[in-house]
């Protein structure tokens, strides 16, 4: 009967991921919210109610069909794909996307500009004309590719773009079941990720490429823990060269690679081998100085071949612009926003912007340096914490910003991730209208419920350790008594 009902639930999530995606605008801001209401209880009562190996089974395939259902629609929740295309024009036609901004190919400034793709109907649909792309190397393949296989029509491009999504997700589920097994955890938590709709609809669907970020991110830490640190590398490497924010991941990984090669828990576990602090210091610098070294050289090799020092400039420039002009779903940004409008009465995004992220980055070194157990497993907790603390202190927070967080979640007692997922689609009544205006009660309710569950979380975890404190102790006098 379980299994049954488990079907009709996942039959009814089919419906309503097809509706959401082929027949859903974003302007269509009630419909929108209603269908991602109903996937997102469908998905956690399809969570909650898995527990044989055969519905874990029947859950994953479910969670495929889903993610393949979505291939031939032309993501209706983002315009990014535009941009994707464009890029892979260029590339296919044997030019750099990252020399000049599309308006000077439009304006025939350029030479690029009698590529029949690169049309005034294809420039109209960019979101941003005047930026140079920010897309590294990893995206920049995917486009290419997608663009060698349909050079004619930008719906072929998104169809062979969703599949390399597609296969970034079968890696990722790959991964967390593997990291769960190897941690002792149920590998049902997966679903988690695998059942969540805003990973299904914004990855998959809107061909988002925190897809690869997540999976090679989750490679990197998997051959970590099988004590494999030089492919690891390579696989941080490839997923900074996907999305660049894992580099926050780094300095995290510096206490954690022990000496001749072994991890940490190997040394803080095995007696006969320790070794002293000095000498235990000096194997940790020269491994991180190692795996630096490999993730770095990985990231020059990817990026040489399309960019320049010159061109390397108007990049970091344009996305210096783009962080200091571009708001959208903030939470602390719009805090000071506000006071800045009633203390200077001018918005002072371009002064804060910058100090806001060295402060994330204060942040993040502190966290480094007051990191509890060095284990494999709680990597993933400071990996959760340091992105967590980047999206609070930015300016723009679309809503697949945080499918990482969710994925990573898994590892940790903590489920705050989740719950965003659920009420970060009111973001989306910004495009009610062409007028763009958000709505500060929807943005104020979504980080109320964030915060306010991170608090509940808190108190739950102190509750629960003082309770099993107490049966501790409960224990420690029955056998006193007995004695």
């Given at each position: 009967?379980?299994?049954?009902?488990?079907?009709?639930?996942?039959?009814?999530?089919?419906?309503?991921?097809?509706?959401?995606?082929?027949?859903?605008?974003?302007?269509?801001?009630?419909?929108?919210?209603?269908?991602?209401?109903?996937?997102?209880?469908?998905?956690?009562?399809?969570?909650?109610?898995?527990?044989?190996?055969?519905?874990?089974?029947?859950?994953?395939?479910?969670?495929?069909?889903?993610?393949?259902?979505?291939?031939?629609?032309?993501?209706?929740?983002?315009?990014?794909?535009?941009?994707?295309?464009?890029?892979?024009?260029?590339?296919?036609?044997?030019?750099?996307?990252?020399?000049?901004?599309?308006?000077?190919?439009?304006?025939?400034?350029?030479?690029?500009?009698?590529?029949?793709?690169?049309?005034?109907?294809?420039?109209?649909?960019?979101?941003?004309?005047?930026?140079?792309?920010?897309?590294?190397?990893?995206?920049?393949?995917?486009?290419?590719?997608?663009?060698?296989?349909?050079?004619?029509?930008?719906?072929?491009?998104?169809?062979?773009?969703?599949?390399?999504?597609?296969?970034?997700?079968?890696?990722?589920?790959?991964?967390?079941?593997?990291?769960?097994?190897?941690?002792?955890?149920?590998?049902?938590?997966?679903?988690?990720y695998l059942l969540n709709p805003l990973v299904i609809i914004e990855l998959t669907g809107n061909i988002h490429f925190e897809a690869g970020m997540v999976c090679f991110s989750l490679m990197a830490v998997y051959l970590l823990v099988k004590n494999q640190w030089i492919w690891s590398a390579v696989a941080m490497a490839l997923a900074i060269c996907t999305k660049l924010l894992p580099l926050i991941f780094?300095?995290?990984?510096?206490?954690?690679?022990?000496?001749?090669?072994?991890?940490?828990?190997?040394?803080?576990?095995?007696?006969?081998?320790?070794?002293?602090?000095?000498?235990?210091?000096?194997?940790?610098?020269?491994?991180?100085?190692?795996?630096?070294?490999?993730?770095?050289?990985?990231?020059?090799?990817?990026?040489?071949?399309?960019?320049?020092?010159?061109?390397?400039?108007?990049?970091?420039?344009?996305?210096?612009?783009?962080?200091?002009?571009?708001?959208?779903?903030?939470?602390?940004?719009?805090?000071?926003?506000?006071?800045?409008?009633?203390?200077?009465?001018?918005?002072?995004?371009?002064?804060?912007?910058?100090?806001?992220?060295?402060m994330v980055f204060i942040a993040i070194m502190v966290m480094m340096v007051l990191e509890g157990p060095l284990t494999h497993k709680n990597l993933f907790m400071m990996m959760l914490w340091a992105l967590f603390v980047y999206l609070i202190m930015a300016t723009l927070v679309h809503p697949w910003y945080i499918t990482p967080l969710i994925a990573y979640c898994i590892f940790t007692n903590f489920r705050?991730?989740?719950?965003?997922?659920?009420?970060?689609?009111?973001?989306?009544?910004?495009?009610?209208?062409?007028?763009?205006?958000?709505?500060?009660?929807?943005?104020?309710?979504?980080?109320?419920?964030?915060?306010?569950?991170?608090?509940?979380?808190?108190?739950?975890?102190?509750?629960?350790?003082?309770?099993?404190?107490?049966?501790?102790?409960?224990?420690?006098?029955?056998?006193?008594?007995?004695?």
């Open positions: 009967m379980k299994k049954f009902v488990l079907i009709l639930m996942f039959a009814l999530s089919l419906l309503g991921y097809v509706w959401l995606s082929y027949n859903t605008l974003r302007s269509d801001f009630y419909d929108l919210i209603l269908l991602y209401t109903g996937l997102a209880i469908l998905g956690i009562g399809a969570f909650r109610m898995v527990g044989e190996k055969s519905e874990f089974r029947l859950a994953l395939v479910a969670a495929l069909v889903f993610r393949i259902a979505l291939l031939y629609s032309l993501p209706n929740l983002s315009d990014d794909f535009y941009r994707f295309y464009w890029d892979g024009q260029l590339l296919y036609n044997g030019i750099a996307p990252f020399e000049h901004i599309p308006k000077e190919y439009i304006d025939g400034s350029q030479v690029g500009h009698g590529i029949e793709a690169l049309n005034q109907d294809l420039y109209d649909k960019l979101n941003s004309k005047e930026y140079f792309t920010i897309y590294p190397p990893v995206c920049q393949f995917v486009f290419w590719v997608a663009t060698a296989f349909s050079p004619q029509g930008i719906w072929g491009a998104v169809v062979i773009m969703k599949l390399f999504m597609l296969l970034f997700e079968i890696g990722t589920a790959f991964f967390l079941i593997r990291l769960l097994q190897h941690f002792k955890m149920r590998p049902e938590l997966s679903l988690l780094l300095p995290f990984l510096l206490r954690r690679l022990g000496g001749d090669g072994k991890n940490i828990d190997e040394l803080s576990s095995d007696k006969d081998e320790r070794r002293s602090r000095l000498s235990l210091y000096g194997g940790l610098f020269i491994n991180s100085l190692r795996y630096y070294a490999v993730v770095g050289l990985v990231c020059v090799v990817l990026f040489l071949p399309l960019i320049d020092w010159a061109t390397l400039q108007n990049i970091l420039a344009s996305m210096d612009l783009y962080f200091q002009k571009f708001e959208f779903n903030a939470s602390i940004f719009y805090v000071v926003r506000t006071i800045g409008f009633w203390v200077k009465g001018w918005n002072i995004i371009q002064t804060a912007g910058p100090i806001m992220a060295i705050f991730p989740v719950v965003w997922a659920i009420v970060i689609p009111l973001s989306y009544y910004t495009y009610i209208s062409d007028a763009y205006t958000e709505n500060f009660y929807l943005i104020a309710f979504e980080y109320a419920a964030v915060f306010g569950f991170i608090v509940y979380e808190f108190v739950c975890k102190k509750r629960q350790e003082e309770q099993f404190d107490k049966i501790c102790v409960l224990e420690r006098n029955c056998i006193l008594r007995k004695s």
